[in-house]
């Protein structure tokens, strides 16, 4: 993987206009770690600010409606997010797939509606605890991740430049305890595989695989060092400048993928 890590920031359901001056942190951080994207999905209210600032950083959005447009009251669509100033949007999410209902058919919708509205998908898979406990995770994460990527034939040419494929074992995220470096060197392999069946070595060896559950300063420069981790997706430490940009200095050190 010759490609720059891939550093992306998930505020979840924080931040009122009071983070900006956070965001404005990490961007000027961000301008001293060039050798790291940086980019972060905050609450939509904050994605126009946010862009409208943003020297360095991309912004993206934490979901999208599959629908262009319609009577879809509380909702908002690929091209909202994308005229907002958005790049990118996180798809697949756990705690969208467990909170909102979410089907792997819904979120492969989803990611056909923001490619063809010109963004860039970040598309979140994961096992629960109770799966991993039977061994079966390997094999979940493989369906999953088959079921909600659109179909290679809807994929745009560029699938590397597109897409980034995020595992998060949802019994890590937001519980302190990240996946082994073990299971994660296992899971990442497995998703490469997939990539490149799907896609083809020439593009399917060079999507981002990132990492999330847990990433943290104090473990990012072990979890790097994985073969086939381009990066993280952070949740709880993406809401300061400090833990953040501490996370993208760990990326920013030389590791082996
Ligand atoms: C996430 O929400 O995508 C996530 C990985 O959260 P945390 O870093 O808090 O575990």
Known sequence: MTRRPYIVGNWKMHGTRAMLSE???????????????????????????????????????????HAEGG???????????????????????????????????MVRAKAESALAAGLRIIMCCGESA?????GKAVAF???????????PTAMPADVAERLTVAYEPIWAVGSGTPATPADIGEMHAA???LLIDLFGVEQGAEVRILYGGSVKPENAGEIFAVPEVGG???????????????????????FEN
């Open 23 to 65: 965001a404005r942190a990490i961007d000027r951080a961000a301008q001293r770690h060039m050798k790291v994207e940086v980019a972060l999905a905050p609450p939509y209210t904050l994605i126009h600010p946010i862009h409208r600032e943003a020297e360095q950083i991309a912004v993206g959005a934490q979901d999208c409606h």
């Open 71 to 105: 009577a879809f009251t509380g909702d908002i669509s690929a091209a909202m997010i994308a005229d907002a100033g958005a790049k990118f949007v996180i798809l697949g999410h756990s705690e969208r797939r467990t909170g909102h209902g979410e089907v792997d058919a």
């Open 130 to 134: 109770e799966t991993r406990e039977s």
């Open 141 to 151: 994460v493989n369906e999953q991740l088959k079921a909600s990527l659109p179909l």
């Open 191 to 193: 998703i490469r595989a």
């Open 232 to 254: 993280a997706l952070i949740g709880g430490a993406s809401l300061t400048a400090d833990s953040f940009m501490g996370i993208a200095l760990a990326a920013s050190e030389p």
